[in-house]
């Protein structure tokens, strides 16, 4: 039996942060595996007349969130330093995590990234970006060509449009078959879908 | 020791539903009473430049939110009737509910109004309100007389008032000491708080 659960992120969305580190540990207790399945929310935001993120459109919810994310972190025992700048240009991170492709470090690459947002409040600039790729062993040099070539900008276009299509209006969003998901705090009952 | 919770609430709120018929029981067992605090959250929505709920203005999280209350109702164990008109207009009811100030029936008032709309899609007009106030003993046209009242008019006012003082923008929205908690999936970790 072969059974998955589709994580969609942007490596800039908070509230995906919280599950790109406990998602591995809770789907593996479902006997599942996690499709990891970055894009970028910004063209999604867009779409509906925004020129930002909703937290800092809205003051009050942009407020609450910040509080409401300190306080999660500690619940799932998760490092959290509030990033300076919000949200970062997640660009460079998701076409890299594109290139990717299926290869067996993208969940680790993905973890890294957003701690580094999240716990260390640093850029996803290439530096850094490179040299996450370089703790996991990967070639920095070859995967940042591959991550800055047409197909691979295509490649992150295509997933985009993907997320629209699917209606997806936020991150994290999680599929478990055709049942969709939306927030962290649904990644339970996602994976009790799958059971 | 006079542990509390303050449930912040608009009764055309779906995710309000959710906890109005949860939070006394869990209350309970954590030795706390819960404070009802109905209020308007479309001059709330207004202030941020909406005319009606986010449901509506953004149609994919809107199809999407009907799906997650026909699960949510179902994990809950919770009657579920998706209203044909949302959000109903829950003026008269929020009236009465002030009308009613801390009067015992308050809270049984509370669920059964929800339940009108949630569970069976009736609207929260004159009759139906005065219905319900029958069913818990209490003379519908002195109640209905007092919450059209300038006095209750303005009780109303200056309580939506201070949920934008407190920086409230959705509801359910529970205060656990000073600190705020947004949405039903808060209503547990709001409650651990006080503990």
């Known amino acids: 039996m072969n059974k998955s659960i589709e994580f969609w992120f942007d490596f800039g969305s908070n509230y995906s942060y919280l599950n790109a580190l406990r998602i591995e540990a809770l789907a593996a207790r ?46 799932y025992g998760l490092p959290w330093k509030p990033p300076c700048v919000f949200p970062c240009s997640s660009l460079l991170a998701a076409r890299v995590a594109l290139a990717a492709g299926e290869a067996p470090w993208l969940p680790e690459y993905c ?39 047409e197909a691979v900008k295509l490649a992150l276009r295509e997933r985009t449009a993907q997320a629209r299509e699917r209606r997806i209006f936020g991150a994290p969003t999680f599929f478990a078959g055709s049942e969709m998901f939306w927030g962290n705090d649904r990644l339970e009952d996602a994976l009790q879908e799958i059971a």
């Open 30 to 75: 479902h006997g599942a595996q996690v499709l990891w399945r970055p894009f970028l929310l910004g063209p999604i935001f867009k779409a509906f007349g925004w020129d930002t993120s909703p937290f800092l459109l809205q003051k009050e919810k942009g407020e609450y969130m910040w509080r409401d994310m300190a306080r999660q972190c500690r619940k």
């Open 111 to 149: 973890r890294r990234i957003f701690l580094l947002n999240f716990a260390e409040d640093r850029d996803l600039d290439e530096p850094n970006v490179a040299a996450v790729l370089s703790q996991l062993a990967v070639p920095p040099n070859v995967l940042l060509e591959i991550a800055k070539s």
